[in-house]
C-alpha cells in the first residue's frame, strides 16, 4: 500500500497540482470535487464534502449531514487529457462513520468477507464502447470521418478501424502507461463500435479502472470530434455494448486459481468449486441481472431470437438463457478456458461495484451450499427453438427491467450484497422502468397513428 509521503513525492515528480476526489452514484456515474494539491492531507484524513440529496441513491435528503469523500491512496490516477491533474477514487464517510450507501464501500464489505473465507476475486473486464456524433436534429450516428466504416460486418475490418486507430493508440498509450497492461484493442461488431482490452485485477482494483475508463473515453473522444457512449444498445439495427467480466477465484495466500483444475469429467478444465461457483450464479441469474444490466435500454441487448439476422453484421452475440457452456458465444458464461469464466450477460451501463458485489455473492451461495450447474450446453443455442430450450428446463432471461426488479425483489442473497443500497436501487429502478412506460415512441406512433 502507497503511504502518504510516496504519493506525495510522486505528485511533486509527476508535476500535480490539482486532485480529483471521486465516488459514484448508484449508476455508476463518476462525481469529483476538485482540490489542489496541498489539501491532499485533508482529503485523505477529512474527505471532500458533497451533498448527497444532489446525487442519485445514497439515501440522503436535503436535510442530511455532508458526505464525504476520504480517498484512497492506492488508487493516484494522473489524468493523461489533464497532466497536471490526478484523480483518487473515494470512499464515503457521514458524521466519521463509514456509508454503507457507498458503493466502492459496500463491494470493499463484500470483498473483505469473502477474503476472511481465503479468498480473493479476480476479473477483468471488457469495454465495448461507441463513437457517435450528434446530427442537427438531435439524433446519433456512428462516428465516422472517413465516411468508410460503413460495413454489415465491421468487426476487425482494417478500413472501418483505420479512422479510430490514433483515438485507440491514445488510449493504449495513456493505460499502460498507468501500468493497466492493455495488450489489445479492435473495431467491435457494430459499426462505430471498439474495445480496448487490459490486464484483469482484483474486483476493487477492476471496478476502480472501468470508472475511470468511462471518464478517459469521454474526454479523448471529444478531441476526435466524437461523443463515446457507454450506453447498452444506440441502435437498434447493430450489436450492443456489453462490459463482459472475466473471471477466477484465487487462493488470498498463493494468488493459485482455485478454480482451474487437472481432472475433470466435463473436460472444461475446471474444479469443483468453479462449478459450485457457476452453479450459484445460475441459480441467481434471473435476479442478478437487473443489477448487471441495471437499465431499461441493457435489455435491447438481452432479447430472445438475438441470433442469424438480428442485427446488421448477422448476430448480437448476446445470451437470451441462463446457461453456461464451453468455449462458446451462445451461453450466457462462457468456460474461456481452464480456471477462467466469462458472463457474457453483463452491460456497458452496469455499476461495477454493484455487479461485482452481487456476482460474489450469488456464486459463493453456489459454493457454500455446492449447487450444481448441470452439464454444459454444448451447442450453439441461437439455433435452438424456444420449444426445444424450454423441454430441457432452461430458463429464459427476465426480457425487461421490469421483469429483473421483480426477481430481485425475492432474491435475498443478491440483495445481501447491496446491503442498504438493495432498497435505494430497487425504487429508483422501479421508477425508471415507471416513466419509460409511459412513454410515447416515434415506433407507436408510426404503426398506430392511423390503423384504427
Keep these: ?56 441513491g445514497v439515501g440522503q435528503g436535503p436535510d442530511s449531514h455532508d458526505m464525504l469523500a476520504r480517498i484512497d491512496l492506492d488508487t493516484y490516477t494522473p489524468l493523461p487529457w489533464q497532466p497536471n491533474t490526478a484523480r483518487f477514487a473515494g470512499d464515503l464517510f457521514v458524521d466519521g462513520e463509514s456509508y454503507p450507501f457507498c458503493p466502492r464501500t459496500n463491494l470493499k464489505r463484500v470483498l473483505g468477507d469473502l477474503k476472511k473465507e481465503g479468498y480473493i476475486f479476480n476479473v477483468g473486464m471488457e469495454p465495448e464502447h461507441f463513437l457517435v456524433t450528434r446530427s442537427e436534429c438531435g439524433g446519433i450516428k456512428p462516428w465516422d470521418p472517413d465516411n468508410v466504416d460503413t460495413l454489415s460486418k465491421p468487426c476487425y475490418d482494417f478500413r472501418s478501424m483505420s479512422p479510430a486507430m490514433a483515438y485507440l493508440q491514445e488510449l493504449s498509450t495513456s493505460l499502460s502507461n498507468l501500468g493497466w497492461g492493455v495488450y489489445q484493442c479492435d473495431h467491435e461488431d457494430a459499426n462505430g463500435q471498439f474495445e480496448v482490452n487490459f490486464d484483469f485485477a482484483d474486483a476493487l482494483a477492476t471496478a476502480d479502472r472501468i470508472t475511470f475508463f468511462k471518464m478517459l473515453t469521454s474526454q479523448v473522444a ?17 450489436t450492443g455494448s456489453g462490459l463482459h467480466a472475466h473471471y477466477h477465484m484465487a487462493d488470498a495466500e498463493s494468488g ?23 452453479g450459484g450464479v445460475l441459480k441467481h441469474a434471473r435476479a442478478l441481472v437487473a443489477v448487471t444490466s441495471p437499465t431499461v435500454n441493457c435489455y435491447k441487448r438481452l432479447q430472445l431470437g438475438a441470433g442469424l439476422y438480428s442485427s446488421r453484421s448477422g448476430f448480437t452475440w448476446t445470451p437470451a438463457f441462463v446457461t453456461y457452456g464451453d468455449n462458446n458465444r451462445t451461453q450466457m458464461i462462457r468456460t474461456a478456458g481452464p480456471g477462467h469464466f466469462e458472463d457474457r450477460t453483463v452491460s456497458a451501463a452496469c455499476n461495477p461495484y454493484l455487479a461485482l458485489a452481487a456476482y460474489v455473492a450469488a456464486g459463493m451461495d453456489g459454493v457454500k451450499n455446492r449447487i450444481d450447474p448441470g452439464e454444459p450446453n454444448l451447442g450453439n443455442m441461437y439455433e435452438r427453438s424456444l420449444e426445444e430450450i424450454r423441454s430441457k428446463g432452461i430458463e429464459l432471461l427476465p426480457q425487461s427491467l421490469w421483469g429483473a426488479l421483480e426477481e430481485l425483489v425475492d432474491d435475498e442473497v443478491v440483495k445481501s450484497a447491496l446491503g442498504p443500497i438493495a432498497d435505494e436501487f430497487i425504487k429508483l429502478k422501479t421508477a425508471e422502468w415507471e416513466t419509460y412506460d409511459q412513454q410515447i415512441t416515434r415506433w407507436e406512433i408510426n404503426e398506430y397513428l392511423t390503423m384504427f
Excluded at 482455485?258 to 461457483?277: N, T
Design 256 to 278: 493459485e486459481n482455485k478454480f482451474e483444475a487437472d481432472q475433470d469429467a466435463r473436460q472444461l478444465g475446471c474444479s469443483a468449486m468453479a462449478y459450485h461457483f457457476i
Design 1 to 56: 500500500m502507497a503511504t502518504r509521503d510516496q504519493i506525495k513525492k510522486q505528485m511533486k515528480a509527476d508535476g500535480i497540482e490539482f486532485i480529483l476526489a471521486q465516488f459514484v452514484d448508484i449508476t455508476g456515474g463518476a462525481k469529483v470535487k476538485m482540490m489542489p494539491a496541498s489539501s491532499l492531507d485533508d482529503a485523505v484524513d477529512e474527505g471532500a464534502g458533497f451533498a448527497g440529496a444532489a446525487v442519485w
Design 222 to 238: 471529444k478531441k476526435y470530434g466524437a461523443i463515446a457512449t457507454h450506453m447498452p444498445k444506440p441502435f437498434s439495427d447493430q
